[in-house]
């Protein structure tokens, strides 16, 4: 009777069992994003590290937004980024399409946590947006991140590289080789989600490439 009662209970598990851990659509927690006016904490933290006396642009043109995003680990995470204003419903638009693409991003975390210092961040592999700063080789020219439109996502998977090789992060050095597909790397679904919301893609610049960067404007 135990041995039967036993199968029956197994028999009535595998009926009803579902394969979330295989991670379909429609068992993941819904996407979330926000975009909020520069509060004071964030401000007071921002101001003298990203942001400065004689950026672009104020603080009443930037947003700051909260998005859902998987992880390395196959969880959901939440992370932070600042953007102009007028590229906040794109840069949503564009996380919500890699959160249902499942992208894995290591973290993303506003670049004042590594003292505003992009070598520190991409070192870290941290996705991060508006930074005002010049474009590296060019002083006096502000990058677009200085304007809050562009985000430099995965920076070890998705490394800038020059035609000698230099690569950067360092770290960086196996992903320069695209042919090799590995998990975080920009592939077609990342570039078109961000194409579908207006932005271009350095990887796909002439040398050098920045496969990390995307932008409003395209540089």
Known sequence: MKATLALALLVAL???WTPAAEGRAGDAPAFHGRAERIDAETRARMSGVSWHRGCPVGFAEL???S?????????????RLVVNRDAATAMLSAMRSLYQLRFPIRQMRLVDAYGADDHRS?????????????VA??????????????????????????????????AGA???DR?????????AGAVEAFAAAG?????????????QHFSASGH
Do not use: K, Q
């Open 14 to 16: 595998a009926a009803s």
């Open 63 to 65: 947003r700051l937004l």
């Open 67 to 79: 998005v859902s995003h998987w992880g390395f680990d196959g969880r959901v995470h939440r992370g």
């Open 122 to 134: 991409m070192a870290a592999d941290n996705t991060s947006a508006f930074n005002c700063r010049f």
């Open 137 to 170: 080789g060019s002083p006096g020219v502000w990058s677009e991140h200085a304007y809050g439109r562009a985000i430099d996502l995965n920076p070890i998977e998705n490394p800038y590289v020059t035609a000698s090789g230099y690569v950067s992060p360092p």
């Open 174 to 176: 196996p992903f320069a």
């Open 179 to 187: 042919s090799r597909r590995r998990r975080g790397m920009v592939g």
């Open 199 to 211: 932005w271009e893609w350095g990887g796909d610049w002439p040398w050098p490439r920045d496969y």
